[in-house]
């Protein structure tokens, strides 16, 4: 029913910044909720970000202050901005939706934070 594009990964320095996009291939603006999560060698997959339909906004303790989720429903995208990186924040970050009783998934983007 839907499909994500995600791009802006990469290899960052800690302190520094990236910015991920997860484009839709069709309108999120009737999507339940979007959001990022991260998994991390040997670890569950965990919630980073979260935007629901009517813009209320959560976040993961460890990520709060430093990341920040967004959207444009004309672009059909959900970005993540994340700021002073850390060595703790590496791991494959998924773009995910919540559509009707439907849960969807990208297909994951490198992020590594090292000197």
């Known amino acids: 029913q839907v499909q994500f594009v995600e791009s802006g990964g990469g290899l960052v320095q800690p302190r520094g910044s990236l910015r991920l996009s997860c484009a839709a291939s069709r309108s999120i603006s009737t999507f339940d909720g979007m959001g990022w999560y991260r998994q991390a060698p040997g670890k569950q997959r965990e919630l980073v970000a979260h935007i629901t339909a009517d813009g209320t906004t959560n976040y993961a303790v460890a990520v709060t202050g430093r990341f920040t989720i967004a959207r444009d429903n004309a672009k059909n995208t959900v970005y993540l901005q994340m700021n002073a990186l850390k060595r703790e924040d590496t791991a494959v970050y998924f773009c995910?939706?919540?559509?009707?009783?439907?849960?969807?998934w990208g297909q994951g983007t490198q992020v590594t934070v090292s000197s």
């Open positions: 995910n939706a919540d559509v009707q009783t439907k849960t969807y």
